[in-house]
């Protein structure tokens, strides 16, 4: 049953999004002002994330080598041509890739994901993923809303994320023990959070930051904070 919460938590995306797809479609402005709305509360968001640490370094490795291989594999472009091949396929005229990536950003950065994954991986506890699962949900309905069918498939992502977290968190625990684990957490949040901070500024139309290509990031993060814990004189 390690994998009971990850299922719900994706399930209840999915209902969310559907329920979000249903909704009437709002006029021009008032759909404008919702998504100014989404924007921001997605920036202050994603400022709140990347408040949870104050390693500045591995944030900043972490970031610079991240989009340096993010931006050598392509991955925006690439996510952008599944969009719009996603697009033809679904009649969506709303933009998949942008939905895609803010639900997939928003529903898997966090430490509720990762803490709640691996409780569920090692205890059998799915309580957090529960509590998670209905918070991602309503979040799904005004996404879906505003960003269109993508956020439907964020699902996906948070599926297989969590569920491999479930399924390795012995090993996971063993490798990253106590206090290691928590700074580990710590400093994916705050990237994430940042990467969430630019999402916000796109959907306000402030900027136009290519965020997948920081994708990589993510991981990098994971090894810059291990390492740096390693070196005792920083």
């Known amino acids: 049953m ?50 949870r640490s104050e390693n500045i370094i591995v944030i900043l490795v972490s970031l610079v080598l991240g989009g340096v291989v993010g931006g050598w594999l392509h991955l925006d472009e690439q996510l952008k041509r599944f969009g719009r091949w996603m697009e033809e396929r679904f009649g969506n005229k ?25 409780a569920g991986g090692l205890k059998g506890e799915h309580e957090l993923l ?3 699962a209905m918070l991602d949900g309503f979040t799904a309905i005004i996404f879906t809303s505003s ?20 399924l390795s968190a012995e090993w996971i625990t063993r490798l990253f023990q106590g206090p290691l684990l928590d700074r580990i957490l710590e400093d994916l949040t705050a990237v994430g959070g940042i990467m969430i901070i630019a999402i916000g500024l796109n959907l306000l139309n402030l900027t136009r930051i290519r965020v997948a290509d920081w994708l990589p990031a993510l991981p990098v993060a994971v090894v810059a904070a291990a390492v740096y814990d390693a070196i005792p004189f920083l």
């Open 130 to 132: 529960f509590t998670k």
């Open 2 to 51: 390690a994998l009971l919460g990850t299922v719900v938590n994706a399930f209840a995306v999915v209902l969310g999004s559907l329920l979000g797809l249903i909704l009437p479609r709002l006029r021009e402005e008032m759909r404008t002002q919702v998504m100014q709305g989404v924007g921001l509360v997605v920036a202050v968001m994603g400022l709140s994330m990347a408040m």
């Open 147 to 166: 960003l269109g069918v993508g956020v439907l498939f964020s699902a996906v992502p948070i599926f297989l994320y969590q569920g491999v977290i479930a």
């Open 94 to 118: 709303e933009g998949f890739a942008s939905g895609f990536i803010t639900a997939t950003l928003v529903f898997c950065v966090g430490p509720m994901a990762v803490l709640g994954a691996l």
